[in-house]
């Protein structure tokens, strides 16, 4: 079965800080995609990044960048020097070959403060 | 580029009733799934329609029920609508189905039952 965990509930940092937001998967497919969502409170899902199980490369984006290890089925994001405007909801989120199913985690709730 | 649109953006309904929510993908994709979001169950797969037919089925009863037309364009329909049924429906497309397509979301509608 697949399955996707964020531990993490909610995190509140102060602006300019670093902050990870941690994500575990489970699956049995050797081909699989990870991905991050992020929910701000308009409520529109908004698509950060794709991941599939063959590239291990850590990815930088701007500020934005994701940290893959297969040996510990894990896909972390970290944001540094945080800005209120990242405030939302982040989803990591698990998608097999066959179809374009994808398993949601429970999200993550990120609130930075002024 | 429009992205994907859903109507209507609210809609309050009572016990028993049905619902038809409107989806229309982005430009030039041909798969449309379709999700539930509840505070509780958080993001649940619901299906996925790609060429008129559905490719994929999550675990819901017989009254959550889609269909695509020739242009992409998808429904959803719930019958019977049950208390539980309020939620925030996301409808999300993508080129093609599976391979780990990223999938694009619209605003969802955000269902209320009375």
């Known amino acids: 079965a697949q399955k996707v965990t964020q531990a993490q509930t909610e995190i509140s940092v102060v602006e300019k800080e670093d902050v990870t937001l941690d994500c575990v998967y489970e699956t049995r497919d050797t081909t699989y995609y990870l991905f991050w969502y992020k929910q701000p409170p308009s409520g529109e899902l908004v698509f950060l990044i794709r991941?599939?199980?063959?590239?291990?490369q850590n990815e930088i984006s701007g500020r934005y960048s994701w940290n893959f290890q297969k040996s510990t089925s894990s896909f972390n994001f970290t944001i540094t020097a945080s800005q209120v405007v990242d405030s939302a909801v982040y989803f990591c989120?698990?998608?097999?070959?066959?179809?374009?199913?994808?398993?949601f985690g429970s999200g993550t709730r990120l609130s930075i403060r002024p | 580029k429009a992205g994907v649109t859903q109507t209507p953006r609210y809609l309050i309904k009572t016990r028993g009733q049905q619902v038809t929510l409107s989806c229309s993908p982005i430009s030039g994709h041909r798969s449309v799934s379709w999700y539930q979001q509840t505070p509780g169950q958080g993001l649940q797969f619901l299906f996925e329609?790609?060429?008129?037919?559905?490719?994929n089925k999550g675990n819901f009863p017989g009254r959550f029920s889609g269909r695509q037309f020739s242009n992409s364009r998808s429904e959803m329909n719930v019958s019977t609508l049950e208390l539980g049924d309020s939620a925030l429906y996301l409808c999300?497309?993508?080129?093609?189905?599976?391979?780990?397509?990223?999938?694009?979301f619209g605003d969802g509608t955000r269902l209320s039952i009375l």
């Open positions: 999300a497309s993508s080129l093609t189905t599976g391979t780990g397509q990223p999938q694009h």
């Open positions: 991941r599939n199980s063959f590239d291990e």
């Open positions: 989120a698990l998608g097999g070959s066959s179809a374009s199913k994808i398993i």
């Open positions: 329609y790609f060429s008129e037919t559905q490719r």
